[in-house]
């Protein structure tokens, strides 16, 4: 089986500061995406990233996958009450699905 | 981006009676589709791959003849959620796939089953 693991599983922050979402796994994967999910809605595609050592940017996030790709990290600079949500990440297997991570809950305060 | 409908986005139905949720896929065509179920605060779980025209793959432990799923087109499937019990209440959401690895996630459909 499969497994992404992400840590934290929830992480409460004031706004302004800053924090790290990571994603884990023993399995190398094609490519790796990660979404943000508001409650009662589906998840929304943030990025996908495919070369190892890859980075990249999108405003205040910075996604980094790790270089044997099997990992993967999300930044937030000064995190707004905004960015609040589940993120989830998700690797891409060569059999075309998508295997989930656990998903961390992010709660930014005013 | 691609857009992806699902329909009803919350469904209440009684125990014993069979619910349909439609996935359709807007702007584009989508290869594949997939359907998930999410429980309260926790991710997703795949449930099935369908492909157009070929009957849906489904993961270990889902049950093919409870969960029914109909792929007729390239912009639209179906999952039936046949005899539903209470313990089906759950979230669903398909997502829709096109040439890459990258899916498009519907808004999801909350079944409640009484």
């Known amino acids: 089986t499969q497994l992404l693991e992400q840590s934290p599983q929830f992480l409460s922050i004031q706004e302004g500061e800053n924090l790290t979402v990571y994603c884990n796994s023993s399995s190398v994967f094609s490519s790796l995406q990660w979404y943000r999910q508001e409650p009662g809605e589906g998840p929304v595609l943030l990025v996908t990233?495919?070369?190892?050592?890859e980075v990249k940017k999108l405003k205040r996030l910075t996604f980094q996958f790790g270089d044997a790709r099997k990992d993967s990290s999300l930044h937030i600079t000064a995190a707004q009450p905004g960015d609040t949500g589940l993120y989830l990440c998700a690797g891409a297997l060569r059999t075309d699905k998508l295997i989930f991570g656990t998903g961390t809950r992010l709660q930014v305060f005013p | 981006g691609a857009v992806v409908s699902q329909h009803p986005s919350w469904v209440i139905c009684k125990s014993g009676t069979s619910v349909k949720i439609e996935c359709r896929s807007l702007d584009f065509q989508a290869t594949t589709m997939f359907w998930y179920r999410q429980f309260p605060k926790q991710s997703l779980m795949l449930m099935a791959t369908s492909n157009e025209g070929s009957k849906a793959t489904y993961e270990q432990g889902v049950e093919k003849d409870k969960f029914l799923i109909n792929h007729a087109s390239l912009t639209l499937s179906t999952l039936t959620v046949t005899s539903a019990h209470p313990e089906d209440s759950s979230f669903y959401i398909c997502s829709a796939r096109f040439n890459t690895d990258t899916q498009y996630f519907g808004p999801g459909t909350r079944l409640t089953v009484l």
């Open positions: 990233v495919v070369t190892g050592g």
